[in-house]
Each structure stands twice: as structure tokens, then as C-alpha cells.
């Protein structure tokens, strides 16, 4: 077999994310048999981690679905949303419009109220519409991955049961990088995965049910076998996994979650993710014509969004910058490509991305800021 040209890139992407050697070599642990006693040596021990970053207690289940954070959020849907129920999505960037496109695939009777790129939920603008459509569901993003921005989850949630919805919230690039307070927040189900701040690849979507949603999914019909929560939590309850799961990913997400919780430690870890956020608005401010594109108070701990000065293109981005960047070992993100290009179409300044999520230190993120500086001066 020939010898693979591999670049070994430090990624400063918003996922997959950088992965520490100790937990790749985690990865190198015994493989075991996902029914067997094994099992609950590692399931048990990730579970209960996990609890303790979502801050939730025994208020929610922990579930572990095969796949990525798409897979928990389509679970939440077709386990959630009964066939004559109307779901209302609320999508502030891309990403913010994967539920809507969920729910429609599923032939679920779905709304998407959309805000411009870089603005977070408008709470006027939401109560008017849940007046108006009187959904039974409403789904929305924690946090924007395409445009940095995070919405205030507990006041989201708090409007949206204000008339008698049930709240079901994306947290895929926030969760494990800040406080989500997941008992207090008022969601009834929240979604996410390992491949962005936990640090892990991907191959799980992990889904916090509250006693609400099981009870809901009970009455619920049509739901599928691996988008069932209650086949899930069937099994989570034992510590498994509905079906087969990565054992490799398994052996790492043990390790992980054991370093996070019981090395580095939960608060941490999250001051470290305000700290990077404070690292690229301080760098931005000292870069001529660039902005940040989230407003103040609703910028991303785990990702920035970096508005370019005008007459920067898409091409530049992607070509010029991020093959710069490519030949001093990062890979850089030139901003979510579909974003990009309709800023583009719209005439309006385009942006870039900056992941300092997981376990990217300040020290690395300064290092990356550095040399990106460089060759962002050179358009």
C-alpha cells in the first residue's frame, strides 16, 4: 500500500474539531461487546458526565444515537411532533433552518419564521407568530454556527411555553464549551454531538429528554425504530445504545468526558471558552475593516464570525487566504460557503469563521490569530 499524503493540519474549522493525542490513543483502549458487562464500564461513567456538563441532573435522560447531532434532532422530531401538530422553527443562519428541512422530509406540518444573518431570535417578532400560528412544537438553535450567534435559550424557551408549546432546541457547536444550565432553560428536548466542543469525532448525536418529552413520545405514532426516544431510552436506562455503536468512539468519549469533568473541570473549561471569545474580539478590533458580525451580547463562546471589509470575495476566502493558511499547517474556515454566497448575491460584506471550540487553548487560538493576520493584510 502506498504511503498517503496526509497533511497534519491544526483545524480551526467548527467541525470536525482538534482532537488531543490522549484522546486519539484513547481510541486505541480494548474494543467490547455493547451488550455485554463491558459496556457499562464505559456507557455508565459517559452518561453520567454527561449530566454533569448539560447541568440537568436527573431532569433529563441522556441518549446516544448513532450518527451526528442531525440524527438526535430528526429523533426529536419524529418522536415529538404527532401527525396533526404544526411545528414552528425559528432559524437564525443556516444551520438554524436544519429543523425546518427535518420536519418538512418528515411530512410534518412545518413554518420557518427566518431572521437576517447575524441577528439573534427577536422575542417581539416571535410572540407575534406563535399568536399567530398557535404551534404545538417550536424548534430552534442554541447556537448559529454559521453566523456566531447564540440565542438566549431560557428566554426562548420561556416565551415559547408562554403559549403552550413545547420548546426543542439544537445545542450541536455550544454544548461541552459553555453553562447551558439544561434545568433551568426550559427546553423540553436539547440535541447535540462530539465532534465540535467536546472535542471527539463525529459518530454520536446525544439528546437530553426531559420526563415531558418521554411522556409525549409515548402518545406520539409513526415515530420510525432509530428516531424512537423511547426505544432509546429503553436502553440508555441499561447504559447501551439502541443499536451497534462505534466502540472505538466509545473507549474516547469515556476518556474525554472523565478528563473534562475530572482534569480540567466543567467551570474551566467554559471560562476558557469566554476567554477565546475575548482573544478574537480584541484581535478583530486591531484589524483594519473588519468587524465582528454578531452583536455584543449574543457572540458565540465556541465560534466567531469575522465581517470582512467590502470588496472581499468568496474566492479570496477560500482560495487565496485558506491556501495560505493550508501551507502554514491550519486549515481555516472561509465562512459557511452557502452564507457567503448570498451576502454575495445580496451585495453585503462577507465573513469568515474563527472555531475556537473544544480543546483549542488560548495560546494555540493567539498563535492561529497571529498568522491569519498576515495574510488577511495582504488583500
Known sequence: MSK????????????PTYIRQDVKEAGLLPEFGHRDTENDLRFAPIRENLRKLAGCGDDFEPILCLGSGSMAMEASVRSLVAEDETILNVSVGSFGDMYYNIAASNGKKAENLKFDYGQ?????VLEDKLKELKPQVVSFTH????????????????????YGAMPIVDGVSIFGGADIALSESGAAMYSTATQKSLALPAGFGIGFVSKEAEEKAERVTNKGHHHDIIKHLGRARKNQTLTTPNTTLANMMWYQLDRIV????IERRFARHVEMRGIVEKWVA???GFDMFAPEGYRSPTVSTVLCPEGVTAAQLKGTVKEAMRGHGYLMDPGYMKLNNLLEEAGRRLVFRVGHMGDIMP????????????ELKKL
Open 262 to 265: 475530572n482534569e480540567e473541570g
Open 363 to 374: 495560546d494555540m487560538l493567539s498563535a492561529y490569530l497571529d498568522t491569519l493576520a498576515k
Open 120 to 124: 439573534a431570535i427577536d422575542l417581539n
Open 286 to 288: 486591531g484589524l483594519d
Open 143 to 162: 447556537n448559529e454556527t454559521s453566523t456566531g450567534v447564540v440565542n438566549d435559550m431560557k428566554a426562548v424557551c420561556s416565551l415559547i411555553r408562554r
Open 4 to 15: 498517503p499524503n496526509f497533511a497534519p493540519l491544526k483545524l480551526f474549522i467548527t467541525g
